[in-house]
């Protein structure tokens, strides 16, 4: 008995020492308005504004772990041909589905996306909230869009517009 009570001891401190993350799962419910969107290089620290300098759209965490992301690039022109139809998905990311929380991620289940491929797949998202504001990160990856500069991470900023 001794030792049970050292044990739920220590599970109850380390757990006070974690940061509040179920907090930050109410705390994250709700809209949120995109104010930038960044790629990070990892091996040089280069930043790149894919969506150009003021990108728009939005992310919605509903109270029912449900989110929609729709995120577009700046300066977008409404296209006349099937040329230019197909160049607007380069500057545009939408998806929607259950999120749930691990810690200081989120993981969405894809059930609707702007890319097929992401529809049933589990997109992990790390977080960070201050203030008013939302920092999103991907994981590290190869992107094809800028293969050569190797390993990359999205960071996408949000402010909360609810």
Known sequence: MFQFKWLAALILFLAAMQPGFAADGAKIQGEWKLVSYEVEVQATGERMFPMGKNPTGYAIFS????????????????????????????????????????????????EVAWNPAWVGTEQSRTFR???????????????PNWASKGM????????RSD
């Open 63 to 110: 109270p029912g772990s449900r989110v929609w992301f729709v995120l577009t690039g700046d300066e977008r022109k409404p296209a006349k041909t099937a040329a230019e139809k197909a160049a607007l998905l380069d500057s545009l990311i939408a998806y929607a589905g259950k999120y749930r929380l691990e810690g200081d991620k989120w993981i969405t289940s894809v």
């Open 152 to 159: 990359t991470r999205s960071i996408v900023t949000f402010e």
């Open 129 to 143: 909230m201050k203030g008013g504001h939302l920092q999103v990160f991907t994981p590290w990856r190869v992107m």
